[in-house]
């Protein structure tokens, strides 16, 4: 069955580091997103990507992310300068459709600890 | 804007007796919602999807919810919980920003106890 796969599983960084997060989506999908889970705390969408651009982003998603899909298989979320506050898990999801009814499947999350 | 509330933070059934978990929504349209199941260190794993066809929806693993629009509702439920069935469960809704967007609930965890 295919599935969306997210690398590393778990990361370790200090304050201010850059980290790159890694999915390889379904690959007939078009759609492609970030979430983001705090320990405790609700799943948060962070971006939206299709057709090679960000189709919607949150408030979270500011100047200190973003995201691309350089060889049309990876899908990557950046982030330039941690802080602590960005500690979370990190899912990466793709769809078929997009839309109002499209499933979105998720990889089993990528976690990162900023020190 | 659609929002979803799900009504216990946490659950605790008995091994063999009925799960139910509660979701209400809130859409100024016909919403599409879903039940999103986390095992720990897992991923989210779909459990079932209402879009707008039968309104008693039947899922993986003996899962099933009923979209009741006069109750703004989506519960969850199962007859007979399993040990299995542990984990953190999220009512979703997808956002009116057509992208695809979903906006969780904050999750309830089911804890089974034998």
């Known amino acids: 069955e295919p599935e969306v796969t997210q690398t590393p599983s778990h990361q370790v960084t200090q304050m201010g580091q850059e980290v790159i997060l890694r999915c390889v989506p379904i690959s007939n999908h078009l759609y492609f997103y970030w979430y983001r889970q705090i320990l405790g705390q609700k799943v948060e969408f962070l971006v939206s990507?299709?057709?090679?651009?960000?189709?919607?982003k949150s408030e979270i998603f500011d100047d200190q992310f973003s995201v691309e899909r350089p060889d049309g298989s990876n899908f990557t979320l950046k982030i330039r300068s941690t802080k602590l506050e960005d500690s979370a898990m990190y899912f990466c999801?793709?769809?078929?459709?997009?839309?109002?009814?499209?499933?979105?499947?998720f990889g089993e999350g990528s976690r990162l600890t900023v020190l | 804007a659609q929002s979803v509330t799900q009504l216990d933070s946490h659950v605790s059934v008995s091994e063999g007796t009925p799960v139910l978990l509660r979701c209400n929504y809130s859409?100024?349209?016909?919403?599409?919602l879903f039940w999103y199941v986390q095992h720990p260190n897992k991923g989210l794993q779909l459990l079932l999807k209402y879009t707008s066809a039968a309104t008693l929806v039947k899922g993986i693993n003996g899962f099933e919810a009923e979209f009741k629009k006069s109750e703004t509702s989506f519960h969850l439920t199962k007859p007979s919980a399993h040990m299995s069935d542990a984990a953190e469960y999220f009512c979703?809704?997808?956002?009116?920003?057509?992208?695809?967007?979903?906006?969780f609930g904050q999750g309830t965890t089911l804890q089974v106890k034998p």
């Open positions: 999801a793709s769809n078929a459709q997009g839309g109002l009814i499209g499933e979105l499947f």
């Open positions: 979703v809704v997808i956002s009116s920003s057509n992208t695809g967007k979903l906006i």
């Open positions: 859409s100024s349209y016909s919403p599409s």
């Open positions: 990507f299709y057709n090679n651009e960000i189709s919607e």
